[in-house]
């Protein structure tokens, strides 16, 4: 069975740093498209930052440029989101998925219509 869950979430204060990561299963990820998302309370889910299976590519969300750096390790079928000078307005449920492309591909999007599976997330909450 498919599965992906995402740890790491946390507590941090403006200006810290935390690392997440989504853990799969059931699956080579080495075949997959990697996106990490985002939901604050109120608002819609908006795309952070996606890593093809190739690990060429990579987008990243114009708020996060800079900041946020997405990694994978296939080997331990782990997709990580690295998160540096964090904001209160990072603040959200962050989300993993995936979507099927074929090992060595370049493919990459931030776009959440694009992913077939999904994990429930993970708490990041920036405050003082």
């Known amino acids: 069975q498919l599965q992906l869950v995402e740890s790491g979430g946390g507590l941090v204060q403006p200006g810290g740093s935390l690392r997440i990561s989504c853990a799969v299963s059931?699956?080579?990820?080495?075949?997959?498209?990697i996106g990490w998302f985002r939901q604050a309370p109120g608002k819609e889910r908006e795309g952070v930052s996606s890593?093809?299976?190739?690990?060429?590519?990579?987008d990243y969300a114009d708020s996060v440029k800079g900041r946020f750096t997405i990694s994978r390790n296939d080997a331990e079928n782990t997709v990580y989101l690295q998160m540096n000078s964090l904001k209160p307005e990072d603040t959200a449920t962050y989300y993993c998925?995936?979507?099927?492309?074929?090992?060595?591909?370049?493919?990459?999007?931030?776009?959440?219509?694009?992913?077939?599976?999904w994990g429930q997330g993970t708490q990041v909450t920036v405050s003082s």
């Open positions: 998925a995936a979507r099927g492309m074929g090992r060595g591909s370049i493919w990459s999007t931030i776009a959440d219509y694009e992913y077939v599976y």
């Open positions: 059931g699956f080579s990820l080495e075949n997959y498209a």
């Open positions: 890593i093809s299976s190739s690990g060429t590519s990579t």
